[in-house]
């Protein structure tokens, strides 16, 4: 069974990736998911204001001891300190000990980040790079188009700094998805990733704060990804990757039958360790076998938009539909 995949101009042995988080920040953890099956990882993103926040106050106390003792000189070796080279070293380390690409992640917030660091892990090896564009507009003055703008200026200026295959990871939160991963995929993105999730705050009722706390994505959540892969795929020049809600091999399979040419996970693995790859290949080997599937060409995008001899099952007429077919079911309202 051939289960190889083309994701951003790489060539992948199965469409299983390895999504940034606490694993692939572990050279063990990335061995043990090459060695389950992923087929590719992607490292913990690089903030940008984590090491400018680092390195100021590094400057702090180096003067603060330099002022009181010219002997405080020794507490601080020239050749260390804050930066990215923590990071970097994981790139040259994680791309010596597996065989199978190592994608980069960066997350900017200026100009100089964004071009800066994105050259710096060119150099350190990456075979890729992906940007991580965390970016919730909370100045009221900012009109959507000035947001896309941004994701646009960001790809632009990494595109024309650094020749490795570029993927943009994307929310959701636009006036037009379509128009915007269009625009995206015109710019110079070699893939998107659909989608980033922003984390939301909650409230603690007792302490009355805000509370900011993980929670890991689910199932239930694929189907907004799985809808805008099903109505990209074919239509723009980038390969399309889906990157939440992946518990189980089902959830591969629904989204390589939307049109993904990857698929993400990091909650399932952070549940379950690196051994979870193994049983999401093994499961999606399962599924297509009984069907006497031998390439994932067959089922790609097999019920994406532009497949489909009625389009409009994407669209309003769905809506109506889902809506008329619960009513018949539940004619009192029950749920």
Request: glycine share 6%; aromatic share 6%.
């Amino acid at each position: 069974m051939d289960l190889t995949t083309r994701y951003m101009g790489l060539e992948l042995k199965n469409p299983l990736v390895a999504s940034a988080s606490p694993l692939t920040g572990n050279l063990d953890d990335i061995r043990s998911l090459e060695d389950a099956g992923a087929a590719a990882i992607v490292l913990p993103s690089l903030f940008e204001e984590r090491i400018e926040a680092e390195v100021s106050a590094h400057e702090v106390l180096t003067a603060a001891g330099l002022e009181s003792s010219p002997e405080a000189r020794s507490y601080f070796p020239a050749s260390e300190g804050p930066g990215p080279e923590q990071y970097l070293d994981l790139i040259r380390r994680a791309v010596t000990a597996v065989d199978i690409p190592v994608v980069a992640s960066l997350n900017g917030t200026t100009d100089e980040g964004w071009t800066s660091y994105a050259k710096l892990v060119e150099e350190a090896g990456a075979t890729a790079l992906e940007l991580n564009i965390y970016f919730i507009p909370t100045d009221l003055d900012l009109t959507g188009g000035d947001v896309e703008q941004r994701y646009l200026e960001v790809l632009e200026q990494v595109r024309r700094t650094v020749a490795l295959p570029l993927a943009v990871k994307l929310g959701p939160y636009f006036s037009s998805v379509g128009q915007i991963a269009a625009q995206l995929a015109t710019a110079g993105a070699d893939a998107l990733v659909l989608f980033n999730r922003f984390y939301q705050p909650d409230i603690d009722l007792t302490q009355l704060r805000l509370r900011n706390d993980l929670q890991l994505s689910n199932a239930s959540e694929i189907r907004l990804p799985l809808l805008w892969i099903a109505l990209l795929c074919g239509r723009i020049d980038a390969s399309l990757a889906a990157s939440t809600g992946v518990e189980d091999s089902e959830q591969v399979i629904k989204y390589l039958l939307a049109g993904a040419d990857a698929v993400m996970t990091t909650a399932a693995l952070l549940r379950h360790g690196p051994q979870h790859m193994k049983t999401l290949l093994a499961g999606t080997t399962s599924w297509l076998s009984a069907r006497d599937i031998e390439s994932l060409d067959e089922i790609r995008g097999l019920l994406s938009q532009h497949r489909f001899t009625n389009p409009d099952s994407f669209g309003r007429a769905s809506y109506v539909k889902i809506l008329r077919d619960y009513a018949a079911l539940h004619p009192h309202g029950d749920v």
